[in-house]
């Protein structure tokens, strides 16, 4: 069981964190962006980014659900999809892969196999709340909220007000 030990974002630190990466997004992506937010919790993590990126700019980066679990390598029930539904063009577009927390890496290979599914990007970027580390593959985002370093016995939760009437981040320890 998993008790909370304390909170490292909260509301405020989470919206200046975002509009942060927004502005690395805005000058760092080349060409034609898509934002594909990684269900559940990347979802509206992108829909922020590209919120804060059209206050910025005058102009949003398109936004679409990604759905990685038939791509995981580590369930059973997995299927063989010849292709991803995204509902949106990606092929020669920059692909900026938007997720809550990184880390083994598996979720984001996962989400790179869905993204060829659907079409050939110009380049895939990453960009990540929290990156927590503990690779297990050789994933670097290329745009971090922030770096917290774990040990194996906790947990980085994204709290969001769509699915928890919050928003903070929080880590999380086994209790005894």
Request: aromatic share 2%.
């Amino acid at each position: 069981m998993y008790q909370q030990k304390s909170i490292l974002m909260d509301a405020a630190a989470m919206d200046r964190t975002l509009m942060r990466i927004s502005h690395e997004i805005l000058e760092r992506c080349e060409g034609e962006c898509v934002m594909l937010g990684i269900r559940s919790r990347g979802l509206p993590l992108a829909e922020q980014l590209s919120a804060n990126i059209e206050r910025v700019s005058g102009t949003p980066i398109p936004v679409a659900p990604l759905d990685v679990r038939c791509f995981r390598d580590d369930r059973p029930d997995r299927s063989s999809p010849v292709s991803a539904e995204l509902g949106i063009d990606i092929t020669g577009k920059t692909v900026i892969l938007v997720d809550d927390v990184l880390f083994t890496g598996r979720t984001i290979r996962a989400a790179m196999d869905a993204v060829i599914a659907a079409g050939r990007p110009n380049a895939i970027r990453l960009a990540v709340l929290i990156d927590r580390g503990h690779r297990e593959l050789p994933i670097r985002p290329d745009f971090v909220g922030k770096n917290v370093p774990t040990s194996r016995k906790e947990r980085i939760e994204v709290r969001l007000p769509h699915y928890d009437n919050a928003k903070e981040v929080a880590i999380l320890g086994l209790t005894e």
